[in-house]
Every structure is written in structure tokens, then in C-alpha cells.
């Protein structure tokens, strides 16, 4: 839903760039789209496979012992659970990690804020029978819950501007 290049949309709207201009070295992860060849994938895999991979490629690739991670929306929730994670495996001083940023990112779940409206027994029950059938949730239907939280301008604006 939200994707990675919002930190680089051009040059005088770029995280990126002024990252770069004070002197950091910038990677970015973007994470694919779900399809049934991930059904097997699982949150550990994430962890192991995604965020602690890509902090050890760029600890190597610029010779650091420790990287500053930034994760943007569900991908913070990610880091959150990775730093986490890392404290117990690797202690709280060999983390390599020096400094850790979250952009956009829900970590009190029990105040989800305006998806709240979308958030009860009954959806999660369904999203849950449609996982467990699919293997994985499309991110068609998340990003329709988005959509509906700003119907308005993302939805009615086209009914309204080509058929009213």
C-alpha cells in the first residue's frame, strides 16, 4: 500500500537524497506483493530472512559494525519486533543496530486508530477463513480497507467526476 520510493520522490522531496548529503549510505527494502508461493512464508522468515539479512548486507557493504534502520508503516511494526528479537539474540551492546527510526508505524495495536472501523470479530474472523484457504492475504484486500477510509477522494471522487 505504501510504497518505498515516498523517501525519493524527487529531488527536492527526498529523505533519501539528504541522507545521502550528510553522508549515509541508503538502502531500501521493498517488500513484494504476497502471492501463493509465500504461503508457506511465516513471520520468523521476515525477521530472519528479510530485516536481519538486510542489516548484516549493508553492516558488510560499508564495513560498520552497526547500521541505523528506519522502518515506514507495517515494515516499522517489523523492526519493532526485530530490535526486540535482537536484544535477546545478540544483547542489548551487540545489536547491529545503532539507531533505529519508525515512520508511520502502529505499535500499540490496541489503538489501530481510524482502521479501528474495519477491526472486530467478524473481519478478522473472515480475513482469517480467507487466509487460511489462500495462504496469504492479497494486498488488493487491504488496501481496499484503506481505500474506504478515504472513499471521498479515492473512491466516489471517480464516480462522481465520470458518471454524475
Known sequence: INKFYVFDLNPKKSLVKYLTDQGFSVFITSWKNPDAGMSEVRLDDYLLEGINEVVRVA????????????????????????????????GADDVPVARWSLFTTLTDFSHPGDIDVFIDDACVEALE?????????????????????????????YWVNNYL
Open 59 to 90: 553492516s558488510d557493504f560499508c564495513k560498520v559494525p552497526k547500521v541505523h534502520l528506519v522502518g515506514y508503516c507495517i515494515g516499522g511494526t517489523l523492526v519493532s519486533v526485530y530490535m526486540a528479537w535482537a536484544n535477546r539474540r545478540f
Open 129 to 157: 477463513e480467507s487466509m487460511a484457504k489462500r495462504g496469504y492475504l492479497d494486498g488488493s484486500e487491504m488496501a481496499s480497507s484503506f481505500r474506504m477510509l478515504r472513499s471521498n477522494t479515492l473512491i466516489w471522487n
